[in-house]
């Protein structure tokens, strides 16, 4: 990948590997192209890039974290909370 | 305002290559100038660091002391926490005038410690403590999604004013140009995977080996395309006492070994929550006419932190609850504890805008 290529020291290509993320993206590592719908090139930028499975990123082919927006889900929900908390005293409500 | 265009920046497209690259770096930014004294404590520490380097520490212990006795809420206090992040800021980049000799002066460690007890014990007593009922990367993830406190970055994509954003900028310099820098303290305390997975979103933070792709250089220019002063520490007399306590916060977990299931943890909420946000504020911006050069580092955000979250949930914080078991509960308190002072110290910020007002000190 373009600059960050050039950055890696010389030796045997890294195969590519593709990781699908429980109810997210798929994240892609090692040496590979991308082209677009029209056959162009497409520059991830990074290293390791996610490539949106949802449909709802606003910059595909990549992730924006949309998923978490439409509930995008890989599998069924669970049943039962994944996080409880240890006392549930009055705390400040979080933002991003 | 007037927004100007930046003829010595670096790069306005990411991949504009390595020609441009390196043309700047973060480096003129350290050692940040001595801000103004916020009360007693602060005082009597840059009485001492500017003094004789051997002058003896008792004025700043009395002063600690009292300090510490007197605070109601060590979370929002002022002298306290910019004396705390003063005494931190000799690890990072250093102070202008102070002797590189204080940063492991025992005397002022020694006057430290009882800060950095209380300061964990404040957190311990404010912050919802987690429990993941099955794993750990689930649980960070439903811990994130709960979080549904007023966005500050829903009212900048919407509302906000150029000079409100320019506060917002304002109140992330103090973090982000030394953006990525208290997590990488831990990379030499972790190991295997975790430690693999850290460095992999380090490497990408420090701008995976273009100076010019450094987080903290593209926030740089962010700030000079905004029409501000992008040395480190420029800020530091306007901003409120909740961008103290978040970088406090994050140095705390950082620096010691014992807390580095915290700093894991905190990395992955920070991570977790930044990629809509970013989204939202790039196009906060763009509505404002703010260059591309602003918006440059929220574009850079959207698809990094939607790599990095994956990263930092699953293959660092997931792995290292599985290789530290003993340290789930720390990674789980660390995302709660970011969660809460950032929320804070962003939801500080919406309700100050919302009523007009400004939430610095000092106008700019």
């Known amino acids: ?96 | 305002m007037t927004i100007t265009a930046q003829p010595h920046r670096a790069a306005a497209a990411p991949m504009a290559g390595d020609q441009a690259a390196a043309s700047r770096s973060d480096a003129p930014m350290r050692p940040m100038a001595l801000p103004e004294p916020r009360g007693p404590v602060s005082a009597a520490l840059m009485n001492l660091l500017t003094g004789p380097e051997r002058a003896p520490v008792g004025d700043l212990a009395v002063a600690t002391t009292e300090g510490l006795a007197a605070s109601d809420d060590l979370l929002a206090d002022d002298d306290v926490q910019l004396a705390l992040f003063l005494m931190y800021e000799l690890h990072y980049g250093g102070l202008d005038g102070v002797p590189d000799s204080w940063e492991w002066d025992p005397r002022l460690l020694a006057v430290r410690r009882p800060i950095e007890r209380e300061f964990e014990g404040a957190l311990r007593r404010t912050v919802r403590q987690p429990l993941a009922a099955r794993d750990v990367p689930e649980a960070l993830f439903a811990l994130v999604g709960d979080d549904d406190g007023p966005s500050l970055s829903a009212f900048v994509e919407r509302d906000a004013t150029a000079e409100q954003v320019r506060e917002i900028l304002v109140c992330r310099s103090i973090y982000t140009l030394k953006e990525a820098d208290p997590h990488s303290w831990a990379i030499p305390r972790l190991h295997g995977h975790a430690k693999s997975a850290l460095v992999e979103i380090q490497a990408d933070e420090y701008g995976g080996g273009r100076a010019d792709r450094l987080h903290a250089t593209i926030f740089a220019q962010t700030l000079r395309g905004a029409g501000l002063d992008d040395r480190y520490g420029a800020y530091a007399d306007h901003v409120p006492v909740e961008v103290y306590t978040s970088m406090n916060l994050m140095s705390l977990f950082g620096l010691h070994r014992r807390l580095r299931g915290a700093i894991v943890g905190h990395l992955a909420a920070y991570e977790m929550t930044s990629s809509l946000p970013c989204r939202a504020y790039a196009a906060g911006l763009r509505r404002l006419d703010f260059g591309e050069d602003v918006a440059d580092y929220f574009d850079e955000h959207v698809e990094a932190d939607a790599v990095h979250e994956q990263l930092a949930a699953r293959d660092l914080a997931g792995s290292l609850a599985e290789e530290e078991p003993d340290l789930a509960r720390d990674i789980l308190f660390g995302a709660s504890a970011c969660l809460t002072v950032d929320g804070r110290l962003w939801g500080s910020l919406r309700e100050h805008f919302e009523r007009g007002e400004s939430v610095l000190r000092k106008p700019l």
């Open chain 1, 1 to 96: 990948m373009g600059a960050a290529a050039s950055a890696r020291p010389p030796g045997p290509a890294r195969p590519a590997t593709i990781t699908a993320c429980p109810d997210g993206p798929l994240l892609v590592r090692g040496d590979l192209s991308l082209f677009d719908e029209h056959g162009e090139p497409v520059e991830p930028g990074r290293r390791t890039f996610a490539l949106c499975r949802c449909g709802a990123s606003a910059v595909r082919p990549f992730c924006d974290g949309s998923h978490k927006l439409v509930g995008f889900r890989t599998g069924p929900p669970p049943r039962t909370p994944a996080v409880t908390y240890e006392e549930d005293e009055p705390a400040e409500g979080p933002t991003a």
